[in-house]
């Protein structure tokens, strides 16, 4: 059913990371819904991963994230999931995460498809998703206790 490469599955030194300056890393149901999204990333000089937070540990694939990091070099490494996926959303929080703590030097992109058009969030909007009081407060809404 599924024939693009997992993150979990293969080596943190793969060939597959090492032939490539882009990485993307896609919401595994993306290939099935939506595969003309990971076509144009593909013609964009990205090379494709999926992962699926529903079904692997957010920790899991974010230290195997570290660990390509740690041996390879990118110019960029993004993420693209479905928007609203309260799953999905841990991706863009783990690339985040893996980021603060690795310092690697290539860029950070995330991307979200929205009413089969893909947006992209800038890094403050996934670090703001996490905190909801901070929404709430930009919305206008603060209720405190």
């Known amino acids: 059913m599924y024939t693009l490469p997992r993150l979990l599955d293969i080596n943190a030194k793969s060939r597959v990371f090492r032939d490539s300056k882009k990485l ?23 090379q494709v991963v999926t992962a699926c937070p529903e079904a692997e540990h957010v920790n899991m694939l974010g230290f195997k994230l570290a660990g390509v990091l740690a041996r390879c070099s990118f110019d960029e490494v993004a993420v693209l999931t479905i928007d609203g996926s ?22 950070r992109r995330h991307f979200v498809v929205y009413e089969d058009k893909v947006v ?25 206790e």
Do not use: D, N
């Open 24 to 46: 993307v890393i896609v919401s595994r149901c993306l290939e099935l819904e939506k595969p003309w999204v990971i076509e144009e990333f593909r013609k964009k000089g990205y």
């Open 86 to 107: 309260m799953h999905c959303t841990q991706l863009h929080w783990m690339l985040e995460e893996v980021y603060k703590f690795m310092k690697p030097l290539g860029a």
């Open 120 to 144: 992209e969030a800038s890094e403050k909007t996934v670090k703001y998703s996490r905190y909801l009081a901070k929404i709430q407060k930009l919305l206008g809404e603060v209720k405190e």
